[in-house]
């Protein structure tokens, strides 16, 4: 039996909480929002993407639905806040691309490359 219970827990389902928030910076009031929500986002685990995009793994879907309510009672008063959830699998599959390559002549039978 000990066994089944520990396989049960190999197999948990760990997935990533990305968070993505549009919020208003024009009164000092909002920017205050704004610092207090992306700190109690890095206290809370989580890590930068891009701005204003932060991500989080957790262990199964039941954490990230705890994970949404916290956030739901963190969030600040004006703005936009979005939770998507996704499998680690998922998050693997994700593909940076950074920009244009502008080395045109890479595909050359030249010996001598100036980059």
Same mark, same amino acid.
């Given at each position: 039996m000990r066994v =089944? #219970? %520990?396989?049960?827990?190999? $197999?948990? $389902?760990y997935m990533r909480m990305i968070v993505f928030f549009d919020l208003p910076s024009?009164?000092?009031?909002?920017? $205050?929002?704004?610092? *207090? %929500? $992306?700190? %109690?986002?890095?206290e809370n685990g989580y890590l930068m993407m891009q701005e204003s995009v932060y991500c989080k793994l957790l262990t199964n879907y039941g954490a990230c639905q705890l994970e949404v309510d916290h956030i739901r009672r963190n969030k @600040? @008063?004006?703005? #936009?806040? !979005? =939770?998507?959830?996704?499998?680690? *699998? !998922?998050?693997a599959s994700i593909k940076y691309i950074c920009g244009e390559a502008k080395f045109d002549k890479v595909n050359t039978t030249d010996r001598v490359i100036l980059l």
């Open positions: =089944c #219970l %520990f396989m049960k827990e190999l $197999r948990s $389902r024009i009164t000092s009031t909002d920017k $205050r929002n704004y610092r *207090k %929500f $992306r700190k %109690f986002l890095i @600040p @008063p004006a703005g #936009l806040v !979005q =939770c998507l959830q996704i499998t680690e *699998k !998922q998050y």
